[in-house]
């Protein structure tokens, strides 16, 4: 019997320097985000999750791990409404708390959500990750599906008690993306993914800054990200991501480390998995056969990719 496909995504740095990632066997065409996914460590399921939910990404600190949940409260082919929840857990994954806004928050909030379902108000609030500082969180909120543009609030965690402590952290200035994903930080730097900024297609990560008014502003973009999402930098800078449209987590984090040069910042030691893109390529190609010298191949897939971007 041949072994399953384990499609992969938002990997993050774990206990032991290990990389876990959300992962589903499914071959269906449900949308990735739609997935009944797992969490992963070296193809092995590490963390289940109750039937009625579904995983969403999360982070490590030293002892514990903070994840999301997703509720499908309705599900049709034209629209879909859900609400999420975050939580954490020890070493043993026993889930030990777990915080859903919409039990607290009955009316629209510019900051969490604008759309109700039944009656009620429902709130997107998933991918936590620490802040620098003990027991605070960023976690993603807001969002196009939710009515909003792309939010992230702050949140304390204390003794197994959640508490939304902001309701935002950005700068008005990034307000502008239909939705912020995989926030994650280092000295006074936000890394994140979108996929618009305002009316235009990105296909970078993206980086904001700290201000003087302790507020994330826009910073700009990461130079040689193209195509990938879901960042997750450690304390060296190496970076972990996912391809956009492939389901491939990053191939060699120790060698792909963020830098500082010239006022940007740039992914250097950036591998591209040929192999990867091919099956991609073949389908919007129509399956017609492209010859090119080796050396050519990097330029291709940049430009190939940037072209759908």
Not at 67 to 78: A, E, F, K, N, T
Not at 187 to 212: C, D, H, P, T, W
Not at 280 to 289: A, F, P, R, V
Request: aromatic share 18%; with cysteine; glycine share 4%.
């Amino acid at each position: 019997m041949s072994k399953k496909i384990i499609y992969k995504w938002d990997p993050s740095w774990g206990w032991n320097n290990k990389i876990y990632y959300l992962g589903a066997t499914s071959d269906n065409k449900t949308p990735f985000w739609l997935k009944k996914a797992y969490l992963y460590c070296d193809d092995k399921i590490e963390l289940y999750t109750p039937e009625n939910s579904r995983l969403c990404a999360g982070s490590f600190t030293n002892n514990l791990y903070y994840g999301s949940l997703s509720y499908d409260l309705y599900r049709s082919r034209l629209e879909t409404y859900i609400d999420q929840s975050i939580f954490v857990c020890d070493k043993s994954w026993k889930i030990s708390a777990e915080f859903r806004p919409s039990k607290f928050f009955k009316k629209p909030n510019k900051y969490l959500s604008n759309i109700k379902y039944l009656d009620n108000l429902i709130v997107p609030f998933r991918d936590p990750t620490p802040i620098s500082g003990a027991n605070k969180l960023a976690v993603c909120t807001g969002g196009f599906r939710w009515g909003l543009s792309g939010n992230v609030c702050e949140v304390e965690s204390v003794n197994n008690r959640f508490s939304i402590t902001r309701e935002t952290i950005l700068e008005k200035n990034m307000r502008i993306f239909d939705e912020i994903e995989r926030c994650t930080f280092w000295n006074e730097y936000m890394f994140f993914s979108a996929r618009k900024k305002g009316n235009l297609q990105i296909n970078k990560i993206q980086v904001a800054k700290l201000n003087r008014n302790g507020f994330y502003s826009y910073f700009g973009e990461v130079k040689n990200s193209e195509n990938l999402y879901g960042p997750c930098l450690n304390a060296n800078l190496e970076l972990l991501y996912w391809y956009q449209g492939l389901h491939v987590i990053s191939k060699n984090p120790n060698d792909e480390k963020l830098i500082f040069e010239n006022n940007e910042w740039i992914l250097k030691g950036r591998k591209y998995i040929w192999y990867c893109y091919m099956p991609k390529i073949i389908e919007k190609t129509s399956n017609q056969i492209i010859f090119f010298p080796k050396k050519k191949f990097k330029k291709f897939i940049k430009n190939y990719f940037n072209r759908d971007a």
